[in-house]
């Protein structure tokens, strides 16, 4: 039996695709399948990339070796998708970090002027005048931080772009549903049952996302689920130079639209929005949105993303079982995280670079 490709990716959201991409530059012979799900977290995502963590006001994993460079690898792939302007997915926005208390300012404005920090972050004094009358339209009675080296990933138009670029390169995109009962896995070769025809493969990648709970090679590993909710809103208005963010988020689209949302439903797989969700999030933004903007919602959605406890995605060859990987786990910081691991993964995958030592997944990490 002749192989199909040598690389069998399962799973076409920003982990997958982008690990094509990746592998398909460097000379692989590469396979999608993915039921293209309009609902999964990839293809619902804000696409937000911001290099801190407002938590303790740090800086995300292995910022400085992300930003400002991400921007620079969504561009090349732009340019190789040879897209017109409509079908831009990158933009460099800055973050008005809007904070919510005295102790908020006083941690951000610290941090915003230690060596490392500076040309991330610029202090924006507290004003008393109404937050309309300014040039971001928010209220700041305890100012805010203004995050330089951030901005948004069209998640979904990436998606769309890179799948018709390599589909013209001949790589095959498979809509099937991978029932893991129709792989047949050996020592030296991976079978895929496919409808009436076996497919051949030397490598078998699973990019999941929660379907890694039902995954009978890597259900083990520490994966929960968040639910999270995603609302398309029209604002008349509404200064749309920056990215709002205060816990809640939101991301200017243009033409007076937003996106924004929030993730607080733990262990939810649900994707049937909830009403009342949607009044609670609508309270919170009429905290910080004047009254005089009229949040019209025009779309409401919901997906589960997968959550990892500790932190750090999970990459590598399953222990015991050769030739069977996983990517999975890259959470709210998808979209950056990918420009640095899917080159990574690929030359392992190709040449055997050693992946960063907190991804590799053990026999033991689920214990």
């Known amino acids: 039996m002749e192989v199909n490709a040598e690389f ?19 000379g692989a012979a590469v396979s999608v399948v993915d039921q293209f799900n309009p609902l999964s977290s990839s293809r619902v995502a804000a696409g937000m990339m911001n290099p801190m963590v407002p938590r303790n006001v740090q800086k995300a994993w292995y910022c400085d070796e992300i930003y400002p460079s991400v921007f620079d690898y969504y561009e090349d792939w732009q340019a ?23 102790a908020h300012t006083r941690n951000w404005t610290k941090r915003a002027r230690q060596n490392g920090f500076t040309q991330h972050l610029t202090p924006v004094e507290p004003e008393t005048i109404d937050g309309a009358d300014n040039e971001f339209g928010v209220p700041l009675p305890y100012g805010a931080a203004l995050c330089h080296l951030s901005g948004k990933l069209d998640v979904s138009v990436f998606l769309v772009e890179a799948k018709r670029y390599l589909e013209s390169k001949g790589v095959n995109f498979h809509s099937n549903t991978l029932n893991y009962n129709d792989l047949i896995i050996s020592s030296d070769e991976i079978i895929w049952k496919c409808d009436s025809s076996l497919l051949k493969f030397s490598k078998i990648i699973f990019a999941e996302g929660v379907k890694m709970l039902d995954n009978p090679w890597f259900s083990y590993l520490p994966l929960t689920v968040t639910g999270g909710d995603l609302i398309k809103f029209r604002i008349e208005g509404l200064p749309h130079r920056y990215i709002l963010k205060r816990k809640e988020w939101l991301v200017p689209l243009g033409n007076d639209l937003w996106i924004g949302g929030s993730t607080f439903h733990s262990g939810s797989l649900s994707t049937e929005p909830d009403e009342k969700d949607l009044n609670e999030l609508m309270e919170i933004y009429r905290e910080w949105i004047p009254s005089k903007y009229t949040l019209e919602v025009v779309e409401h959605k919901r997906a589960p993303r997968p ?16 030739d069977v990987y996983i ?38 990490l689920g214990t």
């Open 8 to 26: 069998l990716i399962v799973g076409a959201g920003i982990a997958g695709t982008s690990l094509a991409l990746e592998l398909h530059k460097r």
């Open 80 to 102: 190789k998708f040879g897209t017109d302007s409509s079908a831009k997915f990158i933009h460099r926005i800055e973050t008005l970090q809007v904070h919510k208390n005295e």
């Open 307 to 322: 959550t990892i406890n500790t932190h750090r995605p999970f990459m590598g060859e399953h222990p015991t079982q050769k």
């Open 327 to 364: 990517y999975n786990g890259l959470g709210s910081k998808g979209s950056s995280l990918v420009s640095m691991l899917s080159p990574l993964y690929a030359d392992h995958l190709i040449n055997g670079t050693a992946l960063l030592p907190e991804v590799v997944i053990s026999a033991d």
